[in-house]
Nanobody, 115 residues
Framework: QVHLVESGGGFVQAGGSLRLSCTAS????????MGWYRQAPGKERDLVAT???????EYTDSVKGRFAISRDKTWNAVTLQMNNLKPEDTAVYYC?????????WGQGTQVTVSS
């Protein structure tokens, strides 16, 4: 499977920016897509942004125009640039990768936005 490690979470004031990174370790397993999900306390884990093999991206409506997902050419890393952060963006952010063999998740990184 794919081993994922996230970094870059932290505490920021509303209107600030953070950049999340996810590094992927695998053994010749082609990755089909990578993405970021988030889970706030008491809520389900929801999609934030995803990028697929042809470069197409998808964002949840609440982050469009503020967040940007990108990856390197070898699928070894994916980043999420988060600008104009809002208190409602506070959550644990998880990196996810999908392959022909299944889905892998990272351990999560906390993002806290104060008002």
């Amino acid at each position: 499977q794919v081993h994922l490690v996230e970094s870059g979470g932290g505490f920021v004031q509303a209107g600030g920016s953070l950049r999340l990174s996810c590094t992927a370790s695998r053994s010749n397993i082609p990755i089909n897509s990578m993405g970021w999900y988030r889970q706030a306390p008491g809520k389900e884990r929801d999609l934030v942004a995803t990028i697929i093999s042809n470069g197409l991206t998808e964002y949840t409506d609440s982050v469009k125009g503020r967040f940007a997902i990108s990856r390197d050419k070898t699928w070894n890393a994916v980043t999420l640039q988060m600008n104009n952060l809002k208190p409602e963006d506070t959550a644990v952010y998880y990196c996810r990768a999908t392959t022909g063999w299944g889905t892998s998740w990272g351990q999560g990184t906390q993002v806290t936005v104060s008002s």
